[in-house]
């Protein structure tokens, strides 16, 4: 059992990762609360985080006025590919990199990787890390995917975008007014997309009610094992999103894992 996270106000668990993960998997972010295991590495994270790394030396500098130096941004992602340890398409990573600047956007003090770390009525205390915050306020999010997001989808992220608008908001009172992705899509003729919407009051209040139902959902959970030596899971029992998945999950069986959903797809395959 972890015992760090029985002792814990479960209110300071919520956080984006564990909002989004839930759309994939609610076992998967259940054991991730009450049983982590170590991470599989899969590609399609490692060449994202790859992307990440080399961008942020990106866009400090074009957020400061000078021109990226993009060896350094090169070898950021050369570093984190190095560390995931398993075959990465670094020609891939490259080329994303090498085309972000020509992107028609404002850089002019830029934020990257910025900490909000607040408390929230409702939601308790709250920490988040927005890709990108621009001079104007505007908050982006950096994705890498096989397909194009759909053109709805910066409107429709309300536990992504919205919720760090809406927490950036809470953060400095001021408001954000647009929210985006920019995504490196890995296609037969890739290229980035960007996705920007404006940030809407309704937007923020679907954001704020996903996330407080959330919190309390997690205050149950922490009520039932309360105590318990070995935990069990009354809330997050919906399996994942697509049964390819547990194929490469921690918590499968076939890595030693206790998901017994897993368990039964491995059995029949």
């Not at 104007?136 to 992220?157: C, E, H, M, N, Y």
């Not at 919720?163 to 037969?188: A, I, K």
């Amino acid at each position: 059992m972890n015992d760090e996270y029985a002792a814990r106000d479960p209110h300071k668990l919520l956080s984006k990762s564990f909002l989004t993960g839930l759309d994939w998997c609610q076992r998967e972010s259940w054991f991730d609360m009450w049983q982590r295991r170590p991470w599989i590495p899969k590609e399609a994270v490692a060449f994202g985080s790859a992307v990440d790394e080399g961008l942020q030396v990106v866009i400090k500098a074009m957020a400061s006025g000078q021109a990226p130096d993009m060896d350094r941004a090169l070898e950021a992602a050369a570093a984190s590919m190095n560390e995931a340890g398993i075959a990465v398409d670094a020609s891939g990573v490259q080329q994303a990199i090498e085309a972000f600047p020509a992107l028609d956007i404002d850089w002019s003090y830029a934020l990257v990787q910025h900490t909000i770390d607040i408390e929230v009525d409702e939601l308790g205390k709250v920490n988040c890390h927005p890709d990108i915050i621009l001079g104007d306020g505007s908050v982006l999010d950096i994705k890498t995917s096989k397909k194009s997001k759909p053109r709805w989808a910066a409107a429709q992220s309300y536990k992504e975008l919205a919720f760090y608008g809406y927490l950036r908001e809470q953060e400095t009172g001021v408001p954000v007014p647009r929210v985006g992705y920019l995504t490196w899509v890995r296609s037969s003729r890739p290229g980035w997309q960007v996705l920007m919407a404006d940030l809407t009051a309704e937007m923020k209040h679907k954001a704020f009610v996903i996330a407080r139902d959330e919190v309390r959902k997690l205050a149950i959970d922490a009520r039932i094992n309360e105590g318990r030596d070995e935990p069990i899971n009354a809330i997050y029992t919906q399996g994942p999103a697509w049964p390819g998945k547990c194929a490469d999950c921690a918590y499968s069986p076939a890595f030693g894992g206790p998901c017994e959903i897993a368990e039964e797809e491995r059995k029949t395959a």
